[in-house]
């Protein structure tokens, strides 16, 4: 397997010539463009990694799955769908057009900006600072790592230039799916963005979605019903405006963010980790999605 992961990292590295590193704030501007790691931990626990796999980034908006789980904890699934629908866009991850548009008056689904803020609102709490305590507790026991936290300078980087949100989060606040303080949900957004993470602890992550909410521990931190809700969103909104396509080429429930990284599930099987910076125009990595596409193909992990 380690050799398998080796010639992928070796093979596909050179695809990061074809896209960019996400620059909206300087700081994430400094990623080394053709960084490439994977880490695959199989259902039994054993570790596999190649190339640059404990290389930190910013999780960005892989942490729209986590803030999930732990709404959906908090709320019971039938309020956070009450505010959230669960129907793919084919907009871009930020589009704000269908908001106002739609009949439906509600965000579409929890992995674009618009429905990951209102479910930021839903996270228990007396204040930001406690709500996203909460959630930083909740994701330093799923990855079973201790150490996880945020990277101040891309926080207050996103914070800065957060106007895009920030006008959704009101729009959303005046249509009452926002029912606290919406500079609360906003902060707490910002901040689940500048998570640092490794490939590795996404690996670890995606284990516990493959493992239907369990640590290695055997503590069974969410329902199946939840791990299965969320494993389902990645494959229908995971990719961004590309999930379609991915799900076509890789068909691994998979959620990517403009730090570069991507977690995958193979239910029952593995959780896989995977970093490339190099972005594409939709906002997936360019090697991370080649090197999921060949390790699918090699290892047979389509779920459909
Ligand atoms: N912080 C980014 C934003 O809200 C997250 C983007 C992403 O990873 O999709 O615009």
Not at 196 to 216: M, P, Q
Not at 239 to 244: A, T, V
């Amino acid at each position: 397997m380690e050799d398998l992961l080796k010639n992928l990292v070796k093979n596909n590295q050179a695809k990061s010539k074809l896209g960019e590193v996400a620059n909206y704030i300087p700081e994430l501007d400094k990623a080394k463009k053709d960084a490439l790691g994977i880490c695959i931990y199989d259902i039994n626990g054993n570790e596999y990694c190649a190339g640059d796999c404990e290389e930190k980034f910013t999780i960005q908006s892989i942490s729209k799955i986590i803030t999930l789980m732990l709404a959906i904890l908090d709320n019971g699934e039938e309020y956070v769908f009450s505010k959230v629908g669960m129907e793919p866009t084919g907009d871009p991850f930020n589009s704000i057009k269908k908001l106002e548009t739609s009949s439906r008056k509600r965000p579409y689904n929890p992995m674009i900006n618009a429905g990951a803020i209102a479910v930021s609102s839903m996270i228990k709490g007396k204040d930001a600072r406690e709500k996203f305590q909460r959630l930083l507790d909740f994701v330093r026991k799923i990855s079973e790592d201790d150490t996880l936290d945020v990277n101040y300078k891309i926080y207050c980087g996103e914070s800065e230039t957060g106007n895009r949100n920030r006008a959704m989060g009101y729009f959303l606040k005046s249509q009452n799916i926002i029912e606290g303080n919406v500079e609360d949900a906003l902060d707490v957004y910002f901040k689940q963005c500048s998570i640092e993470a490794t490939a590795k602890n996404l690996a670890r992550i995606g284990l516990f979605l493959a493992r239907g909410g369990k640590t290695s521990t055997g503590e069974q931190v969410i329902n199946p019903r939840i791990a299965t809700i969320v494993k389902t969103l990645m494959v229908t909104c995971g990719m961004y405006d590309s999930s379609g396509e991915f799900a076509v080429r890789v068909g691994i429930p998979s959620k990517s963010g403009v730090g570069g990284g991507i977690v995958s599930v193979v239910p029952g099987k593995m959780g896989i980790g995977v970093f490339g910076p190099s972005l594409d125009k939709r906002g997936n990595s360019v090697a991370g999605v080649a090197v999921l596409e060949e390790l699918s193909k090699e290892l047979s992990l389509t779920i459909f």
